[in-house]
Nanobody, 119 residues
Framework: QVQLVESGGGLVQPGGSLRLSCAAS????????MGWFRQATGKEREFVAS????????YYADSVKGRFSVSRTRAMNTIYLQMNSLQPEDTAVYYCAAQMIGATQYNVWGQGTQVTVSS
């Protein structure tokens, strides 16, 4: 059973940067994709970014294009979200998720990590 563990959240000033990490346990990751979602207080969860595990293609929400980037260390089964030029509207709980083989959507979720952008 794959488990996802996020780390790297915290408090940052507007314009600052943070890097989130998400490690998949349970052996070599064999899923379709890993991605990042976020949920701000009082709002629905939204897609942020993702990476196809085979090939490494990346996808981004319009709101983060040019500021956020996804990368991975395949041998470590770890995906990263580098967040630059952070703004208060980026404040949210960020979740890592995985779409496993045979699933039609993301079906494994991490516990979430808080990102707060404030001066």
């Amino acid at each position: 059973q794959v488990q996802l563990v996020e780390s790297g959240g915290g408090l940052v000033q507007p314009g600052g940067s943070l890097r989130l990490s998400c490690a998949a346990s349970g052996g070599a990751f064999s899923g379709v994709a890993m991605g990042w979602f976020r949920q701000a207080t009082g709002k629905e969860r939204e897609f942020v970014a993702s990476m196809r595990w085979s090939g490494g293609s990346t996808y981004y929400a319009d709101s983060v294009k040019g500021r956020f980037s996804v990368s991975r260390t395949r041998a470590m089964n770890t995906i990263y979200l580098q967040m630059n030029s952070l703004q208060p509207e980026d404040t949210a709980v960020y979740y890592c998720a995985a779409q496993m083989i045979g699933a039609t959507q993301y079906n494994v979720w991490g516990q979430g990590t808080q990102v707060t952008v404030s001066s």
